[in-house]
C-alpha cells in the first residue's frame, strides 16, 4: 500500500472500532462510570495502571478497585484516614498489590494538594510536539512522597526506554476529543497532536507489517518512529490510530 491507501484502510479500521461498541470490551469503561472530571481522571489512572494481562480479569479488578474506595475516587483520594487504607491492604492485581494501591491514594492526594492535580502536572512539563517528557517529570512528582520502592514499577518512564503504554493510552482517554463517545477528552490544555499512540504487542505487530515501524523492540524508541509515521497519516489526532492498530491485532488477528 502508497501512502494514500494505507491512510484510507486504517481510516475505514478506525471507524469501525472507535465506537460504543468497543468500551463493553476495554477498561476505558472505568472511567465511563463517572461524571466529575477529578473521578474520572482518578479511576482512569488506577484502571490503566493495572491493565496488562488477561482483559476480563483487568475490568475486574479495576472494579474492584472502585469498590474499594466506594465509587467516590476523588473524595477517597482527597479525605481518607488511615484507617480506611486497610481495606486496600488485600488487593492483587498480577504484581500492584494492597501496598502499591495505597501509595498510589497517597501520591494521587499529594498532587492534589500540593501540585494543582493531575492535568496541571501534566501540562506544565508538555513540549511543544510530545507529552513524553511530561511523563517523565509526572513520574518525579508521584514519588517525591515517602514510598515502597517496589511501587515505582508501577508507573514508567520514557526517559528511561519504556513504551509507556498504560500511561500513553490514559492519556488518549483524558485529552483525545472524540465524537465517537470512546475517549472522554476532559483535559483541554494538552493537544490530541502530542500524544503518542499506546504500543503493546498487538499494535506493534499490526504497525511492522503495515510499514510504519521497524525497530523489533516496543519501546520508547519504537513509540517516537511509529508516532512519526502516524503523524504524517494525521498530524492534528494520530492516536486515533490506536484504535485501528488494536482492533487490527486483537479482534482480525491481522
Not at 111 to 116: C, D, Q, R, S, W
Not at 125 to 141: G, L, M, P, W, Y
Given at each position: ?181 470512546v475517549d472522554l477528552g476532559i483535559w483541554k490544555n494538552i493537544s ?41 497519516l494525521d498530524p492534528n489526532d494520530p492516536v486515533k490510530y490506536d ?12
Amino acid at each position: 500500500m502508497n501512502k494514500s491507501e494505507l491512510k484510507s484502510f486504517l481510516d475505514e479500521k478506525v471507524l469501525q472500532y472507535n465506537t460504543l461498541d468497543f468500551i463493553e470490551s476495554d477498561p476505558v469503561q472505568i472511567p465511563h462510570l463517572f461524571s466529575q472530571k477529578e473521578d474520572i481522571e482518578i479511576a482512569g489512572f488506577l484502571s490503566a495502571t493495572i491493565a496488562w494481562g488477561n482483559r476480563k480479569m483487568i475490568i475486574q479488578n479495576s472494579h474492584k478497585m472502585m469498590d474499594l474506595i466506594g465509587n467516590s475516587p476523588y473524595d477517597f483520594v482527597m479525605n481518607h484516614q488511615e484507617h480506611h487504607l486497610e481495606k486496600l491492604e488485600n488487593f492483587v492485581h498480577r504484581t500492584f498489590n494492597g501496598q502499591d494501591f495505597v501509595s498510589f491514594i497517597k501520591s494521587l492526594q499529594n498532587i492534589y494538594t500540593n501540585h494543582g492535580g493531575l492535568e496541571a502536572t501534566f501540562t506544565k512539563h508538555q513540549e511543544t510536539d510530545s507529552i513524553q517528557n511530561a511523563i517523565t517529570e509526572f513520574k518525579k512528582v508521584f514519588f517525591e512522597i515517602n514510598h515502597l520502592t517496589r511501587t515505582e514499577k508501577h508507573v514508567s518512564d520514557p526517559s528511561k526506554n519504556s513504551s509507556s503504554k498504560r500511561i500513553n493510552m490514559w492519556l488518549r482517554w483524558n485529552c483525545r476529543q472524540d465524537t465517537k463517545g470512546v475517549d472522554l477528552g476532559i483535559w483541554k490544555n494538552i493537544s490530541p497532536s502530542k500524544l503518542s499512540c499506546p504500543l503493546d504487542v498487538h499494535s506493534g505487530n499490526v504497525a511492522r507489517k503495515l510499514g510504519l515501524l521497524s525497530r523489533v523492540q516496543n519501546d520508547a524508541k519504537a513509540v517516537a518512529e511509529l508516532d512519526a509515521n502516524l503523524r504524517l497519516l494525521d498530524p492534528n489526532d494520530p492516536v486515533k490510530y490506536d484504535f485501528a492498530l488494536f482492533g487490527l491485532g486483537v479482534f482480525e488477528k491481522f
